[in-house]
Structures are given as C-alpha cells and as structure tokens.
C-alpha cells in the first residue's frame, strides 16, 4: 500500500499540456512490487497541430536487504558448575544468535531451556520469516559435561579388636567429591552388641552426591572385651 500510494503520487506530477485537442495517453503498468522493481511509465501527447510528444520515467523500488542468519556455533561447559553459572552461560550463548534484514522480519527462538547442570544438552531453533523471503531456519546445541564420577568415602580409623575395657571413639566419616568437595558424613550404627563379655559395633556411611553418582559403602567395626576386676574373698 505504501508504495502503491508514492508511486501514485509519483505518477501524477507527471503533466503535458498545450496544442490544440491535446490528447494524453499514459501507459501506466502499475506500482512495481514492495520487495523491489521498476516501473517505466510513458506519457504520449497527440495535438492537431503538432507531432506526438512522448516521454517515459522509471519508478524503483530497492530491493528488501538480505536476511543474515547468525546463529551461534555449538558450545557448552564443563561439569562442577551450579545451576545458575550453566543458566547464565546458556543465555549468554543464546542471546549472541542473530537474525537481521528482510521486510516485516519475524523471529521465533524455540528455546527448551539451559541443560541440567549434572550433565545434558539442549537444542535451540532460530525461525525467522519476512514478507520478501522464504523462511529460514538455523539450530544450535548447548552441551553440559556430565559428572559422572563417584565420591569416595574415607575414615579416620579402620576395624579392629580393641582389648579389653576401651574408651570407645566413635570413627569418623568423610566423602571426597569432584565437585562438592569434602563432605563430613554422620554414620549409621546399631550397638554395641553384646555376646556375654564381647560386644561388637559397627559404623556405616554412605552417601550420593548432588549428581546422583553412589560412593562405595564403607564399615568401620570394633570389637572388645567388657570385665570387672577379679575380686578374691579368701
């Protein structure tokens, strides 16, 4: 409509006047269309007294810029980050795909979201369409390592029979994690348990990280020997 209307007006600055029955013929193939072309409009003057008069103008409208399509290459992270450094490194990747040119350029971006942070990938669309170009289309993937590695669970002492009548302390538990770090571990037990003089307990940790990888179970028993002294009435 824009440019049916300046080509209109165009048209009509274009005038012959004089001569005697002055007859004007316009050869007019209309506007040219909004993504880009010419028209040559041609004024034919006849007069009784004169001969034909013609003169021709062309009309152009430029063509519709290009659509540039950049749409950013594959990229991702490394395993150990946090939920939000994964969803601000994905926007930040997100956010540098571009779609400029066109006429009336529409852009869609299906974005399913940032990867988990304990490993995964996502796969972004760019959907761009414009009123003088066939739609285009560009994806790219985001990719988050996976922490696959399992915790290690460690103690500060190990099994053993400690003799009679001990102070008993309990061991202590720890996980070393990739990511995590060092983690304390409150241990399960059940005890001590007694068989007439000799008791026995046992300690068991466990633990799984944020990533759900399984540390390999560790036990820690003790065993002793529980007596009173010996008192002789003789």
Not at 91 to 106: R, S
Request: glycine content about 8%; charged content about 20%.
């Amino acid at each position: 409509e824009e440019v049916n209307d300046a080509f209109d007006a165009w048209v009509a600055t274009g005038t012959i006047t004089g001569g005697c029955n002055l007859d004007v013929q316009i050869d007019n193939p209309g506007a040219p269309l909004a993504c880009g072309g010419e028209t040559t409009v041609t004024w034919t003057a006849t007069a009784d007294c004169e001969e034909p008069v013609t003169g021709s103008a062309t009309f152009t409208v430029d063509p519709a810029p290009a659509i540039e399509a950049n749409v950013p290459a594959d990229s991702g992270v490394g395993s150990c980050l946090t939920q939000e450094e994964v969803n601000d490194a994905f926007d930040a990747w997100v956010a540098t795909g571009t779609i400029t040119g066109g006429c009336n350029l529409d852009i869609q971006i299906d974005n399913p979201g940032a990867p988990e942070a304990c490993g995964g990938s996502t796969t972004v669309t760019w959907t761009a369409t414009s009123s003088c170009a066939d739609t285009i289309s560009g994806s790219a993937t985001f990719t988050v390592d996976p922490d696959e590695e399992a915790p290690v669970i460690t103690s500060d002492s190990q099994s053993a029979d400690l003799g009679c009548n001990p102070e008993i302390v309990p061991p202590l538990f720890k996980a070393d994690d990739n990511c995590a770090g060092e983690i304390e571990l409150e241990p399960v037990t059940e005890g001590p348990v007694a068989d007439g003089c000799n008791y026995t307990q046992t300690w068991t940790a466990n633990y799984t990280d944020p990533c759900g990888n399984v540390a390999e179970e560790l036990s820690v028993t003790y065993t002793w020997i529980e007596s009173e002294d010996i008192v002789a009435n003789v």
